[in-house]
Each structure stands twice: as structure tokens, then as C-alpha cells.
């Protein structure tokens, strides 16, 4: 016989305008290796079908089922009944837009997010198809490969005291994209313009070293090396230009 | 982050870098004075003399009276610096404060100490500096005097608890802000500095009882 858990889940559709903000509590009887993902199909089959929240890959690749549980987000797939007590609260991630109950719209955000730093390999080379694809060094590699696990799911975001202050900071996400993209030997873009995109108190400088983003991702990245790196990186570059930033 | 709905093309600076390495080389300079501060006062413990004999040499050779002030001047600057991250927007306090509460982070509550003790050491530390800098000499009986009069005893032992929490919580955030403290360093970083904040207090305490059964 398992735990009796209690949830108490935030429902809201903010497209019906009868709607109010309000919690909802379920009881569930655990089951072995239950995860939170696993509790919430068997809430919406079983005792309320309207009950709004994402999943795709159930498997903590695709990023969608990222919510706040007992006030730290995390994904619910990932997340196993057994390491929470027996209340367990379940909000929607903050910062984004909220669609329904639990699920919000990181797409949005997101797309904004990459567009604004250049999310992409920028060079000048014109692509030859039949070219064998340009090698870099194993290490090189494995480097960015480290970086380029984020599923986006937004959890740094959502626990990030400045992103929630302040809907011009980009995140440690966009920060990590950039880190990523600077150990690219493909990418063609210099020091200074990767300061141009996150040399200011959107990027790497109004990031306060809170590190909620460090210990809150599900994929465990390296977040707070690499905006340390960062900021030294783009400190340097700063001091190297002191007298020659000009309007282009 | 919000979506961009208008189209201008930003002015290319370095604003944002040169103000977050003042307000690191400001704190840098106030973390390392205030240590020095403490172990300095501290030599009461000594005795009088020994305290006496320091201030003595800091007013002979002009560092107090020139090094006070830029100290001063130091401390608001680095006020001013920091504060272009101090949520003063009710919104914005009203959002730290639930999300601090919800997260229930370390790191994230350690900073909010850090922007109430700032507010508490703005003004303290503005009155202990201007009325030992316009008393000069500093000595140890001038010290036990105020101590002992009683509300600069209650001044203190206010004063001394959030000086060291945001010295020590400073030291130990421009350490992982600035990628001095890695990821594998940080826990053993923040024991190291809960202890060295502890250690200081400690020895803050001491100095205070010292200056309070001072002969004078």
C-alpha cells in the first residue's frame, strides 16, 4: 500500500473570462516509481479531465513538462513522488506566459530568445553541399556538446530572481547558447560582437551570481562556470575596447 | 525577457562592463578594508596601548585623515553601483520577496540579506564615520568612552552583524560571479566563508566587551 499524496494544483484559464486563479486538491494513491508526469495522466484520467499541463517525450529530453514543485522548478517526467512529501504543490513556471492550469508558453519566449542573441553559426562561407563537412578537434566537440544538451525547458529562467524582476534579462539560457556558440570554431563572430549581444545589463552583466539557475537545471549544465567565463571573457573585451566603442 | 517591438539600433558601449567591474573592484577594496578594519580595532585586545600605538601611526602618516575620507567616498560609490541592482519598485520587491519565499534558495535569500544589510550600513556606516573622522585622534579610550555610554553599544552591536554578513556574502559572491569559485569549489567556498563571517563577528563581539571594561 502505498502513500496517500495530496496535490494542490494551480488552475486558471486565462481565456475564459469566468475563470479565477485558484487551487485544486487531488489524492492519489503512489504507485512504485511514480513520477510526477505518471501522477498527472492518472489525475486527468481518472478524477478531472480539464486539468491543463505539456508532455511530449516523458523522458527529460524535450523540456516540456517543466513546472515549480514545492517552489523549485523542475520537470515533472524527472521528478519522482518518492523524493517529495506527501503535500506536494504544483505551480506553472513563472516569467512565461501562462496558457492554462499548468502549462505555459516557453515557445514564444524562446524564439524571441534566440533571435535576440544570434542563436545560430554565423559565418560568411558559403555552404558547398558536397563538401565533406568541415572536422573539428574531439575535445572542441565534446565542449559544446556539454553546452547544447539544454532541452529549453526554462527551469532557469522560472528560478532566476533577475528574470523575474526584470523581463529584459535574457537568462542563463541565452547566456549558455552564447557560451556555446563562442567555443564554435565555425562561428565567425568576433569578441566584440558577442559583447554587443550580452555586454550589457541584459546579458552578462545583470546577471547577479543568485545561481538558482545552477541548481535548479534538469540537465545539470555547467551554468555557473559558464557565466563566470562569461563575464570574465566579456569583462576582458570591455577593458580592451575602453576608448574604441563607436556607433557602426 | 521581453519581446522586442520596436526598431532602433543601440548605442554600442561598454557602460554595462566598466560599472559591474567598479562596483567588483569597489567591493573588492571595502571587503579587504573592513577585514583589515576589525583586525585592526581588535588590537585593543592588547591593551590600549597597542591600539593607541596603530591609531598613532595611521593620523602620523596622513592615512586616516586622506584615506578616511576616500574610504567614504568608496563606500557611496559602491552604493550607487550596487544599487542598479536593489529592487526599489514596490513591484519588484513584492516579486523577489514571494519568489525568495517560494524557492526557499540559499543563494537567492543570501543576496536579499545582502540589500537589507547594504540600507542598514548606509547610514550607520555614514554616522561611525563621520563622527570618528571629525574626532580625531582615534584612541582606545575615546572608543571605550562611546561604548560605554551605552547607545553606541546598541549602534554596534547592530552595526557589526550586518557589516561582516555583506563583507562575507560579498566576498563569496563576486567569487562566483566572476568564475573564481567554480562549480566543484562552491560548497566548500561557502562553508569557508560563513566561517570567516563567523570568526569576524566573533572577534567583533570581543573587541565590543573589551571597549565596554576598558579603564578609562
Not at chain 2, 19 to 47: C, E, K, P, R, Y
Not at chain 2, 119 to 130: E, K, R, T, V, Y
Not at chain 2, 160 to 179: A, D, N, S, T
Request: some cysteine.
Amino acid at each position: 500500500m502505498g502513500r496517500k499524496l495530496t496535490f494542490e494544483i494551480f488552475r486558471y484559464n486565462p481565456k475564459d473570462p469566468k475563470s479565477v486563479p485558484h487551487t485544486d486538491g487531488f489524492q492519489l494513491e503512489e504507485t512504485d516509481s511514480m513520477t510526477l508526469f505518471i501522477a498527472l495522466a492518472r489525475i486527468r484520467e481518472e478524477q478531472d479531465p480539464s486539468l491543463q499541463f505539456d508532455f511530449c517525450c516523458r523522458a527529460g529530453i524535450c523540456g516540456s513538462c517543466a513546472m515549480v514543485i514545492n517552489g523549485r522548478p523542475g520537470l515533472a517526467c524527472k521528478t519522482l513522488t518518492r523524493e517529495l512529501p506527501e503535500r506536494i504543490i504544483l505551480m506553472p513556471l513563472p516569467v512565461f506566459k501562462l496558457i492554462g492550469d499548468l502549462s505555459v508558453d516557453t515557445g514564444t519566449w524562446f524564439r524571441a530568445m534566440n533571435e535576440k542573441v544570434g542563436s545560430w553559426i554565423h559565418t560568411d562561407k558559403a555552404f558547398d553541399p558536397a563538401a565533406q563537412e568541415e572536422r573539428m578537434e574531439n575535445a572542441v566537440a565534446e565542449e559544446i556538446y556539454e553546452l547544447e544538451r539544454c532541452v529549453e525547458c526554462g527551469c532557469c529562467v522560472a528560478a532566476c530572481g533577475t528574470a523575474n524582476m526584470r523581463e529584459d534579462f535574457v537568462g542563463a539560457v541565452a547566456l549558455n547558447r552564447i557560451a556555446r556558440f563562442m567555443l564554435d570554431p565555425r562561428d565567425s563572430r568576433t569578441e566584440k560582437e558577442y559583447f554587443d549581444v550580452i555586454g550589457t545589463d541584459e546579458g552578462i552583466f545583470g546577471c547577479m551570481g543568485l545561481l538558482a539557475c545552477e541548481d535548479v537545471c534538469p540537465k545539470n549544465l555547467p551554468l555557473q562556470d559558464q557565466l563566470g567565463i562569461l563575464r570574465r571573457k566579456m569583462g576582458w573585451t570591455a577593458l580592451k575596447n575602453l576608448f574604441s566603442f563607436k556607433r557602426t | 525577457m521581453a519581446i522586442d517591438t520596436t526598431v532602433f539600433v543601440r548605442e554600442r558601449t561598454g557602460l554595462a562592463a566598466y560599472l559591474d567591474w567598479l562596483q567588483a573592484l569597489t567591493g573588492t577594496g571595502l571587503i579587504l578594508f573592513m577585514w583589515s578594519h576589525m583586525v585592526l580595532v581588535a588590537s585593543v585586545n592588547l591593551g590600549a596601548g597597542a591600539m593607541n600605538t596603530i591609531a598613532r601611526f595611521f593620523e602620523d602618516t596622513y592615512m586616516a585623515q586622506v584615506g578616511g575620507p576616500l574610504i567614504g567616498i568608496t563606500f557611496l560609490l559602491h552604493f550607487v553601483l550596487a544599487a542598479r541592482k536593489v529592487p526599489f519598485r514596490s513591484e519588484q520587491q513584492s516579486v523577489i520577496w514571494k519568489h525568495g519565499r517560494l524557492l526557499r534558495h540559499t543563494d537567492t535569500w543570501l543576496w536579499l540579506v545582502q540589500v537589507v544589510t547594504a540600507m542598514i550600513i548606509l547610514i550607520m556606516g555614514s554616522i561611525h564615520m563621520w563622527t570618528v573622522l571629525t574626532d580625531l585622534p582615534i584612541t582606545a579610550a575615546k572608543s571605550a568612552a562611546r561604548v560605554q555610554g551605552g547607545f553606541w553599544l546598541v549602534f554596534y552591536l547592530i552595526l557589526l552583524p550586518m557589516v561582516e554578513l555583506h563583507v562575507g556574502i560579498g566576498f563569496y559572491r563576486i567569487g562566483v560571479k566572476w568564475g573564481f569559485i567554480k562549480r566543484k569549489d562552491r560548497k566548500g567556498m561557502k562553508r569557508f566563508e560563513n566561517i570567516l563571517t563567523a570568526i569576524f563577528i566573533a572577534i567583533g563581539l570581543i573587541t565590543i566587551v573589551r571597549f565596554l571594561t576598558l579603564t578609562i
